[in-house]
């Protein structure tokens, strides 16, 4: 099974700040890339996806997409404690969804 | 539009035990996958249905698991006999399509606990 490595944190940043989250993948194959936050018990719910080189913006929400460097990174500007929550990171090449580990983002009022 | 919907939400079951868990997609989603998240480790693919059809069950970690999706709506996943070692929290998701770009909708998990 190719790996997706995300730091596990906790990443720590203060309201109103951006965070940013990180994930590299090792299988060139993979061609689109998804970022799922999770609270604590809950389902994991999409906040984007990304499948070109370069950056792609939704609301708060930049994911950015490097193939040479295998490198994909999602990030959140102004930051609210509602974000407090896992980021999961997961590649696909098919139809199925090779996972991070997850980076739990703490943001502190 | 109700979500991917798991029961039970927990169980707690015997070495030896049989579990069965089960998935109610999103109406509509010929897609079904289960994944499952072992403590501490990512979350992992096991199987993909597509209506009745198994796609692909490469990730189904031994014979002690068998998932049905009978008449292409909800699916089952049993495990018998359960092992310590099934403990984990174990995923639903369901797609209108199969595609690259097509979102998955995941249920809320349910985490089982072998004794």
């Known amino acids: 099974q190719k790996e997706v490595e995300q730091n596990s944190g906790p990443l720590s940043v203060p309201e109103g700040a951006i965070a940013s989250l990180n994930c590299t993948y090792s299988d060139r194959g993979s061609q689109s890339f998804f970022w799922y936050r999770q609270y604590s018990g809950k389902s994991p719910e999409l906040i984007m996806f990304?499948?070109?080189?370069g950056d792609k913006e939704d609301g708060r929400f930049t994911a950015q997409l490097n193939k040479a460097s295998q490198y994909v990174s999602l990030l959140i500007r102004d930051s609210q404690p509602s974000d407090s929550a896992t980021y999961l990171c997961?590649?696909?090449?098919?139809?199925?969804?090779?996972f991070g580990t997850g980076t739990r983002l703490k943001v502190l009022a | 539009e109700a979500g991917v919907t798991q029961f039970p939400s927990h169980s707690v079951i015997e070495k030896g035990q049989t579990v069965t868990l089960r998935c109610d997609p999103i109406s509509g989603h010929d897609n079904l996958y289960w994944y499952r998240r072992v403590m501490g480790k990512e979350i992992k693919f096991l199987l993909h249905f597509v209506k009745e059809s198994k796609q692909d069950e490469s990730g189904m970690p031994n014979n002690r698991f068998l998932a049905e999706r009978t008449g292409g709506t909800y699916s089952t996943l049993k495990v018998q006999p359960a092992e310590l070692e099934d403990s984990g929290v174990y995923f639903c998701?369901?797609?209108?399509?199969?595609?690259?770009?097509?979102?998955?909708?995941f249920g809320q998990g349910t985490r089982l606990t072998v004794v």
């Open positions: 997961a590649a696909s090449g098919t139809y199925k969804y090779i």
């Open positions: 990304i499948y070109s080189n």
């Open positions: 998701a369901s797609s209108s399509s199969g595609g690259l770009l097509t979102e998955a909708f």
